[in-house]
């Protein structure tokens, strides 16, 4: 059973930074394509930012374009988002979540299995 825990959200003023952190349990990320999606109150979840198995190809949410950075650590399995230059628009609960394919990487629909999810608020 994959187990997937976020970590790293917060409080943060507009124009600031924040790491958030996705760890896995259960079964190496290795051979999952990740992503990191959010959801506001009232809105849809709606994704963020996605990264291949081996961390060679990263893709992005044009609202995050150029601020928000993905990673991973296939051997400590966790995923990271770099969040800089933060707005109040960003506000919401982030999560990570894994699939196997690429496919149609910004369809949450498509993932199997997600974590808890972590508040995100950005102050203006």
């Known amino acids: 059973q994959v187990q997937l825990v976020e970590s790293g959200g917060g409080l943060v003023q507009t124009g600031g930074s924040l790491r958030l952190s996705c760890a896995a349990s259960?079964?190496?990320?290795?051979?999952?394509?990740m992503g990191w999606f959010r959801q506001a109150p009232g809105k849809a979840r709606e994704f963020v930012a996605a990264?291949?198995?081996?961390?060679?190809?990263?893709y992005y949410a044009d609202s995050v374009k150029g601020r928000f950075t993905i990673s991973r650590d296939n051997a400590k399995n966790t995923v990271d988002l770099q969040m800089n230059s933060l707005k109040p628009e960003d506000t919401a609960v982030y999560y990570c979540a894994q699939k196997r394919t690429s496919y149609n990487y910004a369809a949450p629909a498509l993932y199997d299995y997600w974590g808890q999810g972590t508040q995100v608020t950005v102050s203006s």
């Open positions: 259960g079964r190496g990320i290795s051979t999952y394509f």
């Open positions: 990264i291949t198995r081996s961390g060679d190809g990263t």
